[in-house]
Structures are given as C-alpha cells and as structure tokens.
C-alpha cells in the first residue's frame, strides 16, 4: 500500500503560481512512479505530467508543458508540482498518483491522493 496526501491548493489569480506537494508514506516510495492529473466536474480526469522513480525521466501534458514543472525528492517522500503562470483553464482539484513505471492512463494507477483544490481567477 502506498498512501498520498495532496497539499498548497487554493486561490491564485491568472498568471501566479502555486507549488502543489504529495505526501507519501508506505512501501517502497522511491520505487514508484509519480503522476499528477486534475479533473473538473462532467471531464475526465485528465494527465498533468509525470516522473520516474529516479526523475530523470518526465512526461507533460502539452498543455502544461513549459509551465509546469514536476519533481520530487525521494529523501522525503515527496513530489511536487510548481505551476507557474497560471490560467482559468488549469482550475481543476489536482491529484497525485504512484505508479510502478511512467503511464498517462488514469486507469492504471492504483495509488491517489484525496486531491487539493486549485482556483485560478481571471
């Protein structure tokens, strides 16, 4: 079992930046994967960006790619994910996700956080 808490959600307007975290406790962290996805009500919970057990392997979305960044730091047992530049469209609760190896499909993780809510203002 593998537990994720979600944290630094909240109100930001267009154009700031918010540093979200993932807790993590339980088996064997720095072996996992670590995705973030968001969802809004009536989508789909749609892929954020992704790091590997290492992060030397990242994956974005296209949307996001260039303003945010995905890390983590396995001494911690935390990942992160910094958006800058924030627009309307990036409201969403964001959650985090573990995952043996880098995969978009949100179906295949068995891992989620409770998810932290993001509100950008225009």
């Known amino acids: 079992q593998v537990q994720l808490v979600e944290s630094g959600g909240g109100l930001v307007q267009a154009g700031g930046s918010l540093r979200l975290s993932c807790a993590a406790s339980?088996?064997?962290?720095?072996?996992?994967?670590l995705s973030w996805f968001r969802q809004v009500p009536g989508k789909e919970r749609e892929f954020v960006a992704a790091?590997?057990?290492?992060?030397?392997?990242?994956d974005y979305a296209d949307s996001v790619k260039g303003r945010f960044t995905i890390s983590r730091d396995n001494a911690k047992n935390t990942a992160y994910l910094q958006m800058n530049s924030l627009k309307p469209e990036d409201a969403a609760v964001y959650f985090c996700?573990?995952?043996?190896?880098?995969?978009?499909?949100?179906?295949?993780?068995?891992?989620w956080g409770q998810g932290t809510q993001v509100i950008v203002s225009s």
């Open positions: 996700a573990a995952y043996v190896t880098i995969t978009r499909l949100a179906a295949a993780y068995q891992y």
């Open positions: 339980g088996r064997t962290f720095s072996s996992y994967a």
């Open positions: 790091i590997n057990w290492s992060g030397a392997t990242i």
